[in-house]
């Protein structure tokens, strides 16, 4: 295991979870909440997170694929039944999401609206959110090191929640943890984590630092994605993989673009419950097309670095998604036409909406989900 202190500090390397005592004595934690989900608990890994613990820990598991109000609502109760002192989130980004919002509800009064970014919540947010260890299973979100959660209000509303200090005290990041992920999922969230360094490259906020974390990450997650979809098992594919998944994560100060500010806006669609990963998979290639002109040298250096010499990153990708048998258009997934205006005013107000290379209207997102249907 390796210590690396960036943003916060990280644990990483197979077999990290025994660190995991270690992290609640520095964070001072003695009776965790653990936030996981039901699908979690039905692997067994539950059970191994348990077993690396040294006391009995209420724990929450009813947590919603896309995090809600009153999900967290719930779990906060939970936590103050329990007299919790801190929080440990095992899963995918939906379960780490919501401990954040937990973490900070624990401490912070009020409802959960005011804290809201695009509502002047992040100055709302202090350093009294509760202590919270993020433990991934997947290597897709980054959440694990990030500064935002998603979370859909009561009324359906689903804001960012947005603050340095947001991101967990400690991520342990131990790639044992995803070697039974199923080949579809890995690609899935795989592809999602490629699509936080491409963006996060892309943007135009200066931050030479990120940047380079962001190209080291996508190398990373392009060679080891197809070696983990081939063999699960394949510790150094896994291992790359939530390397890279990491890096994504550590480069969202310079904010998404058009692939999130769409796929955001698509998972709040009520009619349909859509996969953030797949979204993503599905939005990057007609997305770069439209980004080729106003980020020509970026994007060649990705393709450079993906050893891409006669075929585009955005074909590349076609390529792989048929590989990896995700489906190919939105309209597979059961987006209609009909939903266009919904789906392009959200993008228009998403916060990854100002951090596109090339600026975007509302008919411009209506065109990149046309030659994704
Ligand atoms: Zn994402």
């Known amino acids: 295991m390796d210590i690396i202190n960036y943003l916060t500090t990280i644990k990483?390397?197979?077999?990290?979870?025994?660190?995991?005592?270690?992290?609640?004595?520095?964070?001072?934690?003695?009776?965790?909440?653990?936030?996981?989900?039901?699908?979690?608990?039905?692997?067994?890994?539950l059970d191994r997170l348990k077993s690396a613990l040294t006391m009995r820990a209420p724990t929450f598991l009813d947590v919603p694929t896309n995090p809600t109000e009153s999900a967290v609502k719930q779990a906060l109760s939970v936590y103050r039944e329990g007299k919790c002192d801190g929080v440990?989130?095992?899963?995918?980004?939906?379960?780490i999401d919501l401990a954040k919002g937990v973490a900070l509800l624990a401490t912070h009064d009020g409802d959960l609206e005011q804290y809201a970014a695009i509502l002047g919540g992040i100055p709302r947010i202090t350093s009294a959110v509760a202590p919270l260890i993020a433990i991934p299973t997947t290597a897709g979100t980054g959440s694990e090191v990030g500064r935002a959660a998603l979370i859909t209000l009561e009324d359906k509303r689903k804001l960012g929640f947005i603050s340095p200090h947001?991101?967990?005290?400690?991520?342990?990041?131990?790639?044992?943890?995803?070697?039974g992920l199923p080949p579809y999922l890995t690609a899935a969230t795989g592809l999602d984590?490629?699509?936080h360094c491409i963006e996060t490259y892309l943007s135009p906020r200066y931050n030479p630092p990120a940047e380079a974390i962001a190209v080291d990450g996508f190398a990373r997650i392009w060679k080891a994605l197809p070696q983990a979809f081939a063999d699960g098992n394949d510790l150094d594919a896994r291992t790359e993989l939530m390397m890279g998944a990491l890096q994504g994560g550590l480069t969202f100060q310079k904010g998404l673009g058009a692939v999130h500010a769409l796929s955001h806006a698509l998972g709040g669609l009520k009619s349909l419950k859509l996969h953030h990963g797949t979204l993503n998979a599905i939005l990057m290639p007609p997305v770069l097309r439209w980004n080729a002109e106003a980020a020509t040298a970026k994007i060649e250096r990705l393709e450079r670095e993906a050893g891409l010499r006669s075929t585009t990153l955005a074909d590349a990708l076609d390529r792989l998604n048929?590989?990896?048998?995700?489906?190919?258009?939105?309209?597979?997934?059961?987006?209609?036409r009909d939903m266009f205006n919904w789906i392009c005013e959200r993008a228009l107000a998403d916060h990854s909406h100002q951090t596109n290379p090339r600026a975007l209207t509302a008919a411009d997102y209506g065109a990149i989900l046309e030659s994704a249907m």
């Open 12 to 45: 990483f390397g197979a077999g990290a979870l025994v660190a995991l005592p270690g992290a609640m004595q520095e964070l001072d934690i003695q009776r965790p909440l653990i936030v996981s989900d039901h699908g979690i608990a039905s692997t067994g890994l």
């Open 88 to 95: 440990i989130a095992f899963g995918g980004g939906s379960p």
């Open 166 to 179: 947001l991101i967990p005290k400690q991520a342990i990041c131990d790639p044992e943890l995803t070697l």
């Open 193 to 195: 984590a490629l699509s």
């Open 322 to 336: 048929a590989n990896f048998g995700l489906p190919s258009t939105l309209s597979a997934l059961g987006v209609s």
